[in-house]
T-cell receptor, first 113, second 109 residues
Framework: ETGVTQSPTHLIKTRGQQVTLRCSSQ?????VSWYQQALGQGPQFIFQ???????GRGNFPPRFSGLQFPNYSSELNVNALELDDSALYLC????????????FGPGTRLTVT | AQRVTQPEKLLSVFKGAPVELKCNYS??????LFWYVQYSRQRLQLLLR??SRESIKGFTADLNKGETSFHLKKPFAQEEDSAMYYC???????????FGKGTRLHILP
């Protein structure tokens, strides 16, 4: 059984660009949640995907979008990057929609210059 | 508004001393409460949840609905307890988790 993996580990983008972050869920998990963790803050919920459908969304603008694939891996896309988008992006997978069952990945560190 | 407040950014405690990490929440319903921990160079992981009423690594947390608190306690701190601790709640026990800003626990030798 493999854990949650995320790629890339870190990347640097310029303001206005677009970025795609990837997450492979733990074996047997069909739900993926994405969080943004700014420096010195706790993780903040972006959205969740359950069986390829968006299943809840936090207070993030539409330029944050996602996908979940048939193998339950997921992508987070951010358009028109802003400096405040610089953060650690965490992916968490679970076997169902119950929050406590979420297992977190190591995160992707995004820096926007 | 749904909110989790951890008033201490940093808590330093001597080894063997009692530990209490404070957490207060704001939510009108009956949320599920958690404590997550992140050790150095490791990923965020669940430490305990109020429903299970377990003691994990010597830590316990009691939900006080009157004071809307969920403080994390351990009677005798160990050096390996040094980590970042996040209190969190899940409204309706599904989908999103709302995290506090975290408290860094530093155990002094």
């Amino acid at each position: 059984e493999t854990g949650v993996t995320q790629s890339p580990t870190h990347l640097i983008k310029t303001r206005g660009q677009q970025v795609t972050l990837r997450c492979s869920s733990q074996s047997g998990h069909n739900t993926v949640s994405w969080y943004q963790q700014a420096l010195g803050q706790g993780p903040q919920f972006i959205f969740q995907y359950y069986r390829e459908e968006e299943n809840g969304r936090g207070n993030f603008p539409p330029r944050f979008s996602g996908l979940q694939f048939p193998n339950y891996s997921s992508e987070l896309n951010v358009n028109a990057l802003e400096l405040d988008d610089s953060a650690l992006y965490l992916c968490a997978s679970s076997a169902g929609q119950q929050a406590y069952e979420q297992y977190f990945g190591p995160g992707t560190r995004l820096t926007v210059t | 508004a749904q909110r989790v407040t951890q008033p201490e950014k940093l808590l330093s405690v001597f080894k063997g001393a009692p530990v209490e990490l404070k957490c207060n929440y704001s939510y009108s319903g009956s949320p599920e409460l958690f404590w997550y921990v992140q050790y150095s160079r490791q990923r965020l992981q669940l430490l305990l949840r109020h429903i299970s009423r377990e003691s994990i690594k010597g830590f316990t947390a009691d939900l006080n609905k009157g004071e809307t608190s969920f403080h994390l306690k351990k009677p005798f701190a160990q050096e390996e307890d040094s980590a970042m601790y996040y209190c969190a709640l899940s409204p309706n026990r599904d989908d999103k988790i709302i995290f506090g800003k975290g408290t860094r626990l530093h155990i002094l030798p």
